[in-house]
């Protein structure tokens, strides 16, 4: 079992930058691979950036030189650094890992950019 609580979201102007946090309860080296993935209203879930044991990173094309997706192993946290930010940015987004052949998913955090 994984538990994930992300963190970080609220409302930010077109521009602007914010720092997401997703706390897992284990070991994230063990969670392979981790990710953000986002959701706007009337939209599918989408996959925003992911992070492997490696350090090897994906991103959305849509966030590609905009979006950092990082961890830090001591605090079992990833982190998704957001710079700027558009209105179309505007989602719930949620915390993903892979664990034990298993998705484990957060409880999501809410980003709303405005214009």
């Known amino acids: 079992q994984v538990q994930l609580v992300e963190s970080g979201g609220g409302l930010v102007q077109a521009g602007g930058s914010l720092r997401l946090s997703c706390a897992a309860s284990?070991?994230?080296?063990?969670?392979?691979?981790m990710g953000w993935h986002r959701q706007a209203p009337g939209k599918q879930r989408e996959l925003v950036a992911s992070?492997?044991?490696?350090?090897?990173?994906n991103y959305a094309d849509s966030v590609k030189g905009r979006f950092t997706i990082s961890r830090d192993g001591a605090k079992n946290t990833v982190y998704l650094q957001m710079n700027s930010l558009k209105p179309e940015d505007t989602a719930v987004y949620y915390c993903?890992?892979?664990?034990?052949?298993?998705?484990?998913w957060g409880q999501g955090t809410q980003v709303t950019v405005s214009s």
């Open positions: 993903k890992g892979h664990y034990n052949w298993a998705d484990y």
């Open positions: 992070i492997t044991t490696g350090r090897s990173t």
């Open positions: 284990r070991n994230i080296l063990s969670i392979i691979p």
